[in-house]
Structure formats: structure tokens, C-alpha cells
């Protein structure tokens, strides 16, 4: 399954992940942008974590294969 990944380093928290997929990432209370865990046996919106990379302003969004146990 594919995961979105949030580079923290990199991000300036503009907060435009989290206002076109907010089910996807969260402001958490350290201040930074965290993926949220998805539902067991569901996958991300494809649609709208795509719709978050395109517009990241400093790209530091990506999908990332999650590594089978």
C-alpha cells in the first residue's frame, strides 16, 4: 500500500494539505504536519494526496511504499 510521506524538514507549514485532504494530514500540537493512519484495510484518496503534492509549494510531499511484514 502506498503511504503519503511529509518531508518536515522541508515544509513551511502553509497548511494546504491539510484544507484539500484533511482526513490525510493533521496540524499536530508540536506544529508540525502528520499523515494520519488510515482506516485497517483501506488505502489514502489517491486523488486528493495528489491534489496536496501538486500544490505544495515546497515540495515536500511524496508517496512512499509501505514494506510488507
Do not use: Q, T
Not at 17 to 30: E, G, I, K, R, T
Amino acid at each position: 500500500m502506498k503511504k503519503p510521506v511529509v518531508e518536515y524538514a522541508d515544509c513551511n507549514l502553509c497548511l494546504g494539505c491539510v484544507a484539500v485532504a484533511p482526513s490525510v494530514f493533521v496540524c499536530n500540537d508540536a506544529g508540525f504536519i502528520h499523515v494520519a493512519d488510515a482506516e485497517p484495510g483501506c488505502c489514502y484518496p489517491e486523488d486528493a494526496v495528489d491534489e496536496a503534492i501538486a500544490m505544495c509549494p515546497k515540495d515536500c510531499i511524496r508517496w512512499e511504499e509501505e514494506k510488507s511484514l
